[in-house]
Nanobody, 121 residues
């Protein structure tokens, strides 16, 4: 079984920074893509950023130049460095892994529980 453990959320003032981390646990051989989504109450969950095993990245237009996604494949961990945070970045951020291969099973998609990021004075 694969589980995702997220950390790093919290309260920050506008213009501040936070770093989210997400580690996948289990006997994992490979993870094709790791990423972050976010959901604001009353809205659909949206993609924030994703990174493939080859290092290719994709960002939502609203976070380009402010957020940076990276991964440590040896640790099955993905990071999201968030700078110049704005109140509209307030949301629950979810870690996502796609195409996860383990010893006994292949998972198309795995989600974390979510971590709350609040940007406010």
């Amino acid at each position: 079984q694969v589980q995702l453990v997220e950390s790093g959320g919290g309260l920050v003032q506008p213009g501040g920074s936070l770093r989210l981390s997400c580690t996948a646990s289990g006997t994992i051989f490979s993870i094709t893509a790791m990423g972050w989504y976010r959901r604001v109450p009353g809205k659909e969950r949206e993609l924030v950023a994703v990174i493939t095993s080859g290092g290719s990245t994709n960002y939502a237009d609203s976070v380009k130049s402010r957020f940076t996604i990276s991964r440590d494949s040896a640790k099955n961990t993905v990071y999201l460095q968030m700078n110049s945070l704005k109140p509209e970045d307030t949301a629950v951020y979810f870690c996502n892994c796609r195409d996860v291969a383990t010893l006994t099973k292949r998972y198309l998609e795995v989600w974390g529980q979510g971590t709350l990021v609040t940007v406010s004075v």
